[in-house]
């Protein structure tokens, strides 16, 4: 890609002419109708909650995307409105107008009313086209109350406006313009989503994502409903010029980092563009991002396994000629030369093959040779031509096997206690009597008052309680073996019932036997009860992920406060519910109103932490998900890391939030 990535230099680029010739009308290929879309809408988006909601302006961003792919896109602008509605404006070719003839009509309106009709459907149009699900504006369109499309093209300015999905007008010639471009403005439909406001934060994580695996294209984000003290509106800008090598940087910021440099190749290997950023830290995890066309891989597939043989391979063959691991007595295995390790990869794939449980996972077996020939030259490379820092990876690699051989000992002691069913369970967990793991959960709750009150609150038959001493390891800041030895970890994993791998393959997760289908994390509403709660996430992000991935980690939410005024009382769950009810039951005054402050879960007796925080016909709870893998990473890494004033920025700039939401 050219430094301003206006022009793809891999073969991504079809063009005869100006291009023009190549997306026109009959590049728009109509598939199939769109009936099935408001009827089924999570099938197509996911769910109807907040990932959905914000699904919809990836649909439309992905387009824009794709018109940089193909070199025709520069600028993206991202609004969102007062009412929460979306503008999505980029600087590409435009939709074409222009009539299709296989259906009589615009071929603008094709794209916007029919699912599955677009360009990247051509092979002619889009060489290589982002979109998990391929179902485009079109779905947008259909799950908004209203949708307006401006083209700029050919020198004139056309418009048309829809209504849940419908065209309200033929596609209408308004104007003149030198510019060329897509404006899709849409409003979300509140009848189908249970919630429609949007998150500035998650939209930013993901334009920020997509600036930095798409180098020399701007993203802007404007928030027109936060107003500063000089009337300018919230917004940010993203622009990389060095793309995954600064992809890498961000997510490393707030960890030490052992070598000097970023390793990094930008390559095409048998047809297959691809880019690989890496750097080792003194951190205990592995971090690894693995996208294909801008979507993020999150179970990974054919270029990681081709990412992890090469790193693999390459890097034992430099340690056994330069004679570094011959006085170990320890074997080395593919997880030592990973520890410590953050990385991302993308790769570009013409027609890339889903699978897996969430359809994230790359199925394209050609993938795997071009990513493993790309990382081992790269090494090779690397490693021959800076031996200083190939001497501290190594002693890092070295490091990372003895951990590991410790840890063998400690994983054992747990995997033990594991092996009998119902036997071997922590002291301290109060089990229930059901034994299908879909219909029961467990509470970790902090502290044994806590745990008290909740058994005796609890429903013994499908609930169990598992009460924490304290605060649990900070696992950022610890080897495994450390963590494996900590007593409340181990806890956590015996009452679950999951093991961790063989010594091989030390830190794989196995749920075959998780106990409980609902993991739900009970900690008081204050400060060392969100703090231990990001203690508990982070435990789980690290070493349990794929717990959060099948959808089983939750938080509980009790109450702040019991308002009470005569026989009258009721729960707030926030400040401003417990102001309504003071406005409500006292005209503003609160005279005769007596109001209880919630410090801590123990503070409540069983019947009352029942009714508000347990009792799973009346309560609330907040599903841990994870939106960005690489966003959280970096949250993570920067809020239990070392490094400090990034950390005191975020808690500054966040400051407003009660909670922090992973």
């Known amino acids: 890609m050219e430094e301003n990535g206006t022009v793809q230099g891999n073969g991504n680029v079809n063009t005869n002419g100006n291009g023009s010739d190549t997306y026109g009308a009959d590049s728009i290929q109509v598939l199939e109708g769109l009936e099935a879309v408001r009827k089924r809408p999570a099938m197509y988006i996911g769910d109807v909650n907040d990932r959905g909601l914000h699904h919809l302006v990836y649909e439309v961003v992905d387009n824009s995307i794709d018109e940089a792919l193909a070199g025709y896109c520069s600028t993206i602008d991202v609004i969102i409105h007062p009412d929460d509605s979306i503008t999505v404006r980029d600087d590409g070719r435009g939709i074409p107008t222009e009539i299709h003839t296989k259906e009589n009509r615009s071929a603008l309106e094709v794209a916007l009313t029919v699912l599955h009709a677009g360009g990247k459907f051509s092979k002619d149009s889009y060489k290589v086209s982002g979109g998990l699900h391929g179902v485009g504006v079109s779905c947008v369109n259909a799950l908004s109350t209203y949708m307006k499309a401006e083209i700029h093209r050919n020198g004139k300015i056309y418009v048309q406006e829809y209504h849940i999905g419908k065209p309200l007008y033929d596609v209408r010639e ?6 060329t471009g897509t404006i899709i403005t849409f409003k979300p439909d509140d009848t189908i989503f249970l919630t429609t406001t949007y998150k500035y934060e998650v939209l930013t994580a993901r334009l920020r994502e997509l600036s930095f695996l798409n180098k020399g294209i701007m993203l802007t984000i404007t928030d027109e409903r936060v107003v500063d003290d000089n009337g300018e509106y919230k917004s940010e800008t993203f622009l990389s010029t060095q793309g995954l090598k600064e992809f890498v940087e961000y997510l490393d910021d707030s960890r030490v980092r052992l070598t000097p440099d970023i390793i990094h190749v930008s390559t095409e290997k048998n047809g297959i563009p691809v880019e690989i950023a890496l750097q080792y830290n003194n951190s205990y995890s592995e971090n690894v991002h693995s996208y294909v066309n801008n979507i993020n891989t999150i179970e990974g597939g054919s270029h990681l396994t081709g990412f992890r043989r090469g790193l693999t391979r390459t ?37 890339p093959q889903f699978e897996g449980q969430t359809k994230t996972k790359l199925g394209n077996s050609d993938v795997v040779a071009s990513v493993d020939q790309a990382v081992s030259e790269m090494l090779t490379y690397y490693l021959e031509e800076n031996p200083r820092a190939a001497r501290i990876i190594m002693d890092k690699v070295i490091l990372a096997a003895q951990a590991r051989h410790a840890a063998r000992k400690a994983r054992e002691m747990v995997q033990r206690k594991n092996a009998l069913t119902g036997g071997g369970l922590p002291g301290k967990l109060s089990d229930c009597s059901e034994r299908d793991p879909v219909k029961c959960e467990i509470f970790i709750v902090e502290g044994d008052s806590a745990g008290g009150t909740a058994k005796q609150g609890r429903d013994r038959r499908t609930q169990a309680i598992l009460p924490l001493r304290g605060k649990i390891l900070n696992v950022e800041k610890a080897m495994q073996h450390k963590i494996l030895e900590n007593e409340e970890i181990k806890n956590i994993y015996t009452a679950l019932g999951v093991t961790i791998g063989t010594e091989e393959d030390s830190k794989e997760l196995n749920l075959d036997k998780l106990r409980y289908h609902k993991i739900i994390i009970m900690t008081d509403a204050d400060v060392d009860g969100s703090h ?22 939750y938080l509980a939410t009790p109450p702040l406060y019991l308002v009470k005024k005569g026989k009258k009382e009721s729960y707030a769950w926030t400040e401003q519910q417990r102001l309504q009810l003071i406005e409500e039951w006292g005209d503003g005054s609160e005279s005769g109103i007596t109001i209880q402050r919630y410090k801590g879960l123990g503070e409540m007796n069983a019947e009352q932490l029942w009714d508000t925080t347990m009792n799973p016909e009346k309560r609330t709870l907040q599903q841990v998900t994870i939106e960005n893998a690489a966003e959280a990473d970096h949250i993570f890494a920067m809020l239990m890391g070392d490094d400090v004033p990034p950390r005191r920025k975020f808690i500054e700039d966040h400051a407003i939030y009660a909670n922090i939401d992973a």
């Open 174 to 179: 308004t104007g003149v313009s030198n510019d």
């Open 315 to 351: 890097m034992k063959n430099y340690a056994d000629q330069s004679g570094i691991l011959t006085k170990l007595k320890l074997e080395i295995n593919g997880d030592d030369f990973r520890e410590g390790l953050t990385a991302v990869i993308s790769v570009k794939v013409a027609e």
């Open 532 to 553: 231990i709660d990001t203690l508990i996430m982070t435990f789980f992000f690290r070493y349990m992920q794929e717990i959060i991935r099948r959808g089983h980690l």
